[in-house]
């Protein structure tokens, strides 16, 4: 597609509920960001899928959060028994890797999540 | 990645140019300097990326000092759509094997 789309836009769930986020990136773009922005705070990274290696989950802060991404392209970010501290808004960003010279993020607008 | 520090705030009048600085002195010969903005409540927007030389592009402008340790970038109109964070990051051109970390970034208040 044109941009990265993400879905669903908005997210309200209770807690302890499970919840799945997903981001398209670019078509032909191989790597792929999520981030997570808490109300007030910075951009938060969470994992980094490049190409075929293994993902980067460094940043995962509990293993209630999980992402995959299947066939190169789709990712879906799940996330276990929500709490109220997940309430955030969670951004996928993509960009062609593998191409030599500067490398520029797009984001997609991202999935504002709610846990009450 | 090279470390950057930027300002936290900064305000500008509306029409006025925004000289927005980025210090990385640690940064190497194959690193870019990146600038993206988030707009609030919006995914961040990518604006400029340079390695040497200064850039120029219908958003803004980037000068590079010549020993690279600093950055500026330029917005020559600022208009009240500007307000953002301005975040400036420096990186291996190529995506690396180390995940892009965003910083606190520079706060612009574009003020009427």
């Known amino acids: 597609g044109a941009g990265v789309s993400q879905s669903p836009s908005n997210k309200v769930t209770e807690k302890g509920k499970d919840v799945e986020l997903r981001c398209d990136p670019i078509s032909g773009h191989t790597a792929l960001y999520w981030y997570r922005q808490s109300l007030g705070q910075g951009l938060e990274f969470l994992i980094y899928f490049q190409g075929n290696s293994a993902p980067d989950k460094s940043g995962l802060p509990s293993d209630r959060f999980s992402a995959e991404r299947t066939g190169g392209s789709v990712s879906t970010l799940t996330i276990q028994r929500t709490q109220q501290e997940d309430s955030a808004v969670y951004l996928c960003?993509?960009?062609?890797?593998?191409?030599?010279?500067?490398?520029?993020?797009?984001f997609g607008a991202g999935s504002r999540l709610t846990v009450l | 990645d090279a470390k950057t520090t930027q300002p936290p705030s900064m305000d500008c009048a509306e029409g006025r140019a925004a000289n927005l600085p980025c210090n990385h002195s640690t940064i190497s010969g194959n690193e870019y300097v990146y600038w993206y903005r988030q707009i609030h409540s919006q995914g961040p927007q990518y604006i400029i990326h340079?390695?040497?030389n200064n850039e120029t592009n219908e958003m803004a402008s980037l000068i590079i000092t010549e020993d690279r340790k600093s950055s500026t970038l330029i917005l020559p109109h600022a208009t009240l759509r500007d307000t953002a964070v301005y975040y400036c990051?420096?990186?291996?051109?190529?995506?690396?094997?180390?995940?892009?970390?965003f910083g606190k970034g520079t706060r612009l208040s574009v003020i009427a």
């Open positions: 340079g390695l040497k």
């Open positions: 990051i420096v990186r291996v051109g190529m995506p690396g094997n180390t995940p892009l970390v």
């Open positions: 960003a993509s960009f062609r890797s593998g191409v030599s010279g500067a490398n520029v993020l797009t």
